[in-house]
C-alpha cells in the first residue's frame, strides 16, 4: 500500500516569503515521490521527481525537494514565492507494486500575496 | 517535455447519452495510459490503468461497464461515460507513460471538464 499525506489544505505567503509545502508518504517499498503543480482547468506539470541517486531533488521554477527517509517526507520548497506560483500542488507518490501508477495526496492550495 | 493531448476540453451532454475522451500522446509511445477523475477542489483519483492491447485494469469502485477504457494504439486511449448522469459530471484526466522504470515521467493531458444536464 501506498500513500501521501499534505499537510495543509492551503497555505498564504507574502510574495518574496519562503514557500514550503508538506509531504508525508506511505509506501511498504522503496517509493519514487513526485510534486506537481496544477493552475485553474488545465492537466498537471511536474515540478520534480525523487530518484535515489540525490536526497535534495532541485526542479523548475526555482522549487526544490528533501527526501527524508527518516522522517517518511519529501517537502516542497522554494526561497522565494512569486506572484505566478499561486497554483495547486499535489505530490505524489509511487512503486513498482502499483504498476507505477501515481497515488497523489489531497493537494494544497497555495496562495501569494503582495 | 512529451505532449499529451486530450480532447475535447469541455463538454456538456444530456442525462442519458455517452463521451467519448480522446488521449493522444503526439511525439512518443504511451505503452501505458492511466485515467484519473478529480473533483472540484478535491485530488485525483486513479480509475484505471490501461496498457496497449490489453484490458484496462480497474481501481476497486469504478464501474468498468460504465467507464469504457480503450487503449488499442500507442498513441490513443480513449475514455467512454456511457448513459452519463449529473453524478459523473467531473474533470477528467489522462496520463500516458512510455515503458521504462519508475523514473519514467509521465504526461498529463490538459483534461475534459465534463458536465451532465
Known amino acids: 500500500a501506498q500513500s501521501v499525506t499534505q499537510l495543509g489544505s492551503h497555505v498564504s505567503v507574502s510574495e518574496g516569503a519562503l514557500v514550503l509545502l508538506r509531504c508525508n508518504y506511505s509506501?511498504?517499498?522503496?517509493?519514487?515521490l513526485f510534486w506537481y503543480v496544477q493552475y485553474p482547468n488545465q492537466g498537471l506539470q511536474l515540478l520534480l521527481k525523487?530518484?535515489?541517486?540525490?536526497?535534495l531533488v532541485k526542479g523548475i521554477n526555482g522549487f526544490e525537494a528533501e527526501f527524508k527517509k527518516s522522517e517518511t517526507s519529501f517537502h516542497l520548497t522554494k526561497p522565494s514565492a512569486h506572484m505566478s506560483d499561486a497554483a495547486e500542488y499535489f505530490c505524489?507518490?509511487?512503486?513498482?507494486?502499483?504498476?507505477?501508477?501515481?497515488?497523489f495526496g489531497k493537494g494544497t492550495s497555495l496562495l501569494v500575496t503582495p | 517535455g512529451a505532449v499529451v493531448s486530450q480532447h475535447p476540453s469541455r463538454v456538456i451532454c444530456k442525462s442519458g447519452t455517452s463521451v467519448k475522451i480522446e488521449c493522444r500522446s503526439l511525439?512518443?509511445?504511451?505503452?501505458?495510459m492511466f485515467w484519473y477523475r478529480q473533483f472540484p477542489k478535491q485530488s485525483l483519483m486513479l480509475m484505471a490503468t490501461?496498457?496497449?492491447?490489453?484490458?484496462?485494469?480497474?481501481e476497486q469502485g469504478v464501474e468498468k461497464d460504465k467507464f469504457l477504457i480503450n487503449h488499442a494504439s500507442l498513441t490513443l486511449s480513449t475514455l467512454t461515460v456511457t448513459s452519463a448522469h449529473p453524478e459523473d459530471s467531473s474533470f477528467y484526466i489522462c496520463?500516458?507513460?512510455?515503458?521504462?522504470?519508475?523514473?519514467?515521467?509521465?504526461?498529463f493531458g490538459q483534461g475534459t471538464r465534463l458536465t451532465v444536464v
Open positions: 505524489a507518490v509511487t512503486n513498482s507494486n502499483s504498476g507505477y501508477a501515481l497515488n
Open positions: 490501461s496498457n496497449e492491447g490489453s484490458k484496462a485494469t480497474y
Open positions: 525523487y530518484t535515489s541517486a540525490a536526497t
Open positions: 496520463s500516458a507513460r512510455s515503458h521504462g522504470g519508475p523514473y519514467t515521467e509521465a504526461f
Open positions: 511525439d512518443f509511445q504511451a505503452t501505458t
Open positions: 509506501s511498504s517499498v522503496p517509493p519514487y
